[in-house]
């Protein structure tokens, strides 16, 4: 008996160095771990020993014989990539890396963020130094994405945040949440208090399209949409017109299926979740019907991952339509297919898509269509979205690349809401270099460059430091690098010694936000959450307002 990773695996390689005989891949040091979907299980290595099911922080490791049907064909496929990549191993021991000297004091270091990337960072700091960090976050409550950006019907992928509160219960880190750097406490005060900063404040906007139409009522971006569902404060009193019965969704990304799925979903299924209230009340009144995901390449091109893609085969009430002419292939995708040496998860991608394909819908379901080779032209309506205009698109070999160039075939969609999931992008902040092409801090390994040289004791991690890709656990090896980084600039003098101490910054703070959410406070929120939760059976219901969370705080 194996164990196998499946679907919700958030690729923060926890599990690797866990296994006794070495054989979760790809590893942090190869190549393919940045580009690689999930991480996987050689069958005929592993000895059944369940060390990776308990560092796994996201519950993603299963027996083979604990599979559900939905997680069944998991087993084929973590073993179809040892077909692809047969295990090789020069295992040692891991040698646990040198901690800066105890002479050198206590080390100081402000984190500005608390989503995913932020914690990674401090849980690396905690670990590796005699540390005392502090964490600010703009909204009283931590996790960034995982709470505000995961889908509420994946609850094991919000698993993580547990981790990180196991991490954290030490006073060496504190919370200053409800605090907003530039507003309540400038870059420069930050320097005065610490030795370093982290910035870790994530790609906080969106790509936009840029074509016309597509600011009218009923056009939005897949950013607003998940943070209005997942109950974001900035986006609790957003509206959306759910009274037509197709919606467009243009970008074929994994939070385009999020998006998908939330929409087609039974509101039975999702009120087991921690949906918001208010979107859980909008969506038991909605006529949609019909989802279309529009994606600007091939099948094989899409920017889904192939675990995510297979889930959809498993919801409730819910058909993905495909049409058998999507699925022709350029004669570059055709040689890819063809190539015996093909990443299984590509080959994956189309065997599902075919799959899809050749079932029957359901007249009585819901459907996610399926669009391939399409780019949005133009948004249209009378003071309302109503259709949609896309090219087709045609696949060409350029420079070694697949790439998308525009027909002359046009069609359009009738549609009540357009939703753009494009990508995140970056946004500039105060006091540091940005570049804009990019939509991150200029960085080299995580220490922030102006001007060609390195900015003492400033340092970045995450989206910010390079750019909107990867998932959840992607942050980890990142954090890793940039700690490592910092570490080193300490323990060699690089770093200037604080000015003010931690009591200083508390009476800062408190003269500046005296709303500022402490930990106290955050288990406050947590805990009430839960509560109002558990009559209903689900995992919590948020607080959707500053108003509210700083009273649950008080409380």
Not at 11 to 28: F, G, H, L, M, Y
Not at 142 to 171: Q, Y
Not at 357 to 363: E, I, L, S, Y
Request: charged share 25%; glycine share 8%; proline share 7%.
């Amino acid at each position: 008996m194996a164990y196998v990773i499946t679907q919700r695996c958030c690729n923060d390689a926890s599990c690797v160095p866990e296994c006794p005989v070495d054989c979760i891949r790809p590893t942090p040091e190869q190549p393919e771990f940045a580009t690689t979907e999930q991480l996987y299980i050689d069958p005929d290595t592993c000895i059944d020993c369940g060390a990776c099911v308990d560092a796994c922080p996201v519950e993603a490791i299963f027996s083979e014989d604990d599979l559900t049907a939905s997680l069944a064909r998991f087993r084929d496929i973590n073993a179809a990539y040892f077909q692809r990549h047969p295990l090789e191993s020069n295992f040692d021991p891991l040698v646990t890396p040198a901690r800066p000297p105890k002479e050198l004091g206590t080390l100081r270091v402000a984190i500005v963020g608390a989503g995913p990337a932020a914690c990674y960072a401090a849980d690396e700091l905690l670990r590796r130094a005699d540390v005392e960090v502090e964490m600010f976050d703009r909204l009283p409550t931590p996790w960034g994405l995982v709470r505000a950006g995961v889908a509420p019907d994946h609850p094991g992928t919000k698993s993580v945040s547990a981790m990180f509160e196991s991490a954290f219960r030490r006073d060496t880190l504190q919370y200053r949440l409800n605090v907003e750097v530039g507003k309540h406490i400038s870059h420069e005060e930050l320097q005065a208090h610490h030795h370093a900063v982290i910035y870790a404040v994530g790609a906080s906007t969106d790509r936009r399209l840029d074509v016309p139409g597509e600011d009218l009522p009923g056009s939005h971006s897949a950013t607003e949409f998940v943070a209005w569902y997942n109950g974001h404060p900035d986006y609790a009193e957003r509206s959306f017109d759910l009274s037509g019965e197709r919606v467009v969704i243009v970008g074929n990304g994994n939070v385009a299926l999020d998006v998908a799925r939330v929409l087609t979903l039974s509101p039975d299924e999702l009120a087991k979740t921690d949906i918001a209230d208010h979107a859980l009340d909008a969506l038991r009144d909605s006529n949609i019907r019909e989802v279309v995901v529009l994606g600007r390449r091939g099948p094989l091109q899409a920017a889904y991952t192939s675990a995510e893609f297979l889930a959809l085969g498993h919801l409730k009430g819910v058909d993905v339509i495909i049409d058998p002419a999507e699925l022709e292939l350029d004669p570059a995708s055709q040689a890819l297919l063809d190539d015996p040496d093909i990443e299984p998860s590509l080959r994956l991608k189309y065997e599902l898509a075919q799959e899809y394909a050749a079932k029957a819908p359901n007249p009585d379901n819901k459907r996610i269509v399926f669009r391939y080779l399409a780019s949005p032209t133009e948004i249209r309506g009378e003071g309302h979205v109503a259709e949609l205009e896309f090219v087709h698109n045609e696949l060409v070999a350029e420079d070694g690349r697949v790439v998308a160039r525009a027909s002359d075939r046009r069609e359009t969609l009738p549609a009540s809401m357009v939703l753009r999931s494009i990508g995140y992008r970056g946004v500039p902040i105060a006091d540091l270099p940005f570049d804009e092409r990019a939509g991150i801090v200029p960085n080299e390994h995580g220490r922030v460059i102006a001007d060609g040289a390195h900015v003492t004791g400033v340092y970045v991690s995450g989206w910010i430091k390079r750019g909107p890709r990867g998932v959840i656990g992607s942050n980890r090896v990142d954090a890793t690098e940039t700690v490592e980084q910092l570490l080193e600039d300490f323990t060699s003098g690089k770093l200037t010694a604080p000015q003010g101490d931690r009591a200083a910054l508390e009476a800062l703070l408190a003269q500046r936000q005296p709303d500022a959410v402490g930990r106290d406070g955050w288990k406050a929120i947590d805990a009430a959450e839960k509560s109002a939760g558990k009559s209903g059976g689900r995992p919590r219901v948020k607080f959707t307002t500053i108003e509210d969370l700083l009273k649950a705080a008080r409380g």
